[in-house]
């Protein structure tokens, strides 16, 4: 009997993750939810009736969505999660996979907050440490989450001024709104040595549950370690890393 009461546990959670799937896209009937999780419609109707009656599941016109429980249960996990310590893991596995520093920033516009740092092997000397602000435009954390926020922000963060923190520091408003533009294309940021002499940073973005930005993740080092030649595999680690976050806020 237990294990019969654990297989059917079993496969209603998978009719609760088939139906997840399903909603952003209008629902899934009946016999679609039946196929996906490999039982017989008879069964699937079986388990989904106790989802329903915890409000987990609604039907709307033969269609079966999440229900108004689901929503009470993801919020609670979401008000639980400690951004930094949920991030951790990742960070750690892209200062394996670099060799370099990597950070975990929030926005407090028109600057960026760093509320991680793990140093790599070298331990660079560098201005980011925990508590630490940076202004968005000329860091690739800022450039990250820009790229992906309300266009008011961008306005604001503009209207602020883009001062030069280098000479490499792109100062036109039209410059800077093309490169948020080839950030969007490419998934990931580039700071080239214009926040900081001999520090160059590629970021990624980190988004939650609504698919809105809220924060970033980047890897920074010296300039002689972190070439250009480098930029795309370690814009492909960090979109990674941004991304097992994401995933860990609900918005993979």
């Known amino acids: 009997m237990e294990r019969n009461n654990s297989s059917s546990l079993r496969r209603g959670i998978a009719l609760l993750d088939a139906v997840a799937t399903a909603t952003p896209s209008g629902g899934a009937t009946l016999t679609e939810l039946a196929a996906a999780v490999g039982v017989h419609k008879s ?3 079986r388990l989904l009736a106790p989802l329903a009656e915890a ?3 609604r039907v709307e016109a033969g269609r079966h969505l999440l229900g108004p429980r689901a929503a009470q249960l993801g919020r609670g996990y979401l008000d639980s999660v400690d951004l930094r310590a949920l991030a951790q893991p990742a960070l750690r596995r892209l200062v394996e996979e670099t060799g370099e520093s990597v950070h975990l920033v929030l926005p407090d516009l028109p600057d ?3 509320i991680d740092k793990i140093d790599g092997p070298g331990r660079v000397r560098m201005n980011s440490y ?3 602000r940076q202004p968005a435009h000329s860091t690739g954390v800022g450039r990250a989450y820009l790229a992906f926020a309300d266009p008011r922000d961008v306005d604001a963060v503009v209207g602020h001024g883009l001062a030069a923190r280098t000479e490499r520091t792109v100062t036109e408003p039209a410059a800077f709104r093309a490169e948020l533009s080839a950030v969007r294309e490419r998934g990931y940021a580039v700071d080239d040595i214009e926040n900081e002499p001999d520090i160059r940073c590629v970021a990624a973005p980190v988004f939650d549950h609504d698919g809105a930005v809220v924060a970033a993740v980047s890897v920074a080092g010296l300039a002689t370690r972190v070439t250009p030649d480098r930029f795309e595999r370690l814009g492909e680690q960090v979109v990674a890393a941004g ?4 995933d860990q806020l609900g918005g993979g």
């Open 55 to 57: 409000g987990l599941v």
């Open 243 to 246: 991304r097992a976050v994401s």
């Open 112 to 114: 960026m907050v760093y």
């Open 43 to 45: 069964s699937a109707l």
């Open 130 to 132: 925990v508590g630490s």
